[in-house]
């Protein structure tokens, strides 16, 4: 059974760098054929993909994010980061990490983290 789990500060500065680890247990962040992923739902909006990472370290961001994104891993951990610049009350959301397979179906998730950006 694979588990993710977020975490990071809850709240962060307007201008600052949002920075959220996911750790991964169950199995490997190197796995063949796993996309490692990002997505966020502010409050009362849909679901919104940030980008992701793959199995051998590709990335693939959202446009309207890409200048500000970026995401990385730690094989030793097992766990994936994101960083989100520049942050604004904008950004405010809940951010989930999750899996995505070739198919390009989500199939495990972490229970996701609140994010506030805000002065």
């Known amino acids: 059974q694979v588990q993710l789990q977020e975490s990071g500060p809850g709240l962060v500065k307007p201008s600052q760098t949002l920075v959220l680890t996911c750790t991964v247990s169950?199995?490997?962040?190197?796995?063949?054929?796993?996309?490692w992923t990002w997505i966020r739902q502010p409050l009362g909006q849909g679901p919104e993909w940030i980008g992701r990472?793959?199995?051998?370290?590709?990335?693939r961001y959202n446009p309207s994010l890409k200048s500000r994104t970026s995401i990385s891993r730690d094989t030793g951990k097992n766990q994936f980061t994101l960083h989100l610049n520049s942050v604004t009350p904008e950004d405010t959301a809940v951010y989930y990490c999750?899996?995505?397979?070739?198919?390009?179906?989500?199939?495990?998730w972490g229970q996701g983290t609140p994010v506030t950006v805000s002065s």
């Open positions: 999750a899996r995505q397979g070739m198919a390009y179906e989500f199939d495990y």
């Open positions: 169950g199995g490997s962040i190197t796995a063949n054929n796993y996309y």
């Open positions: 990472i793959s199995y051998s370290s590709n990335t």
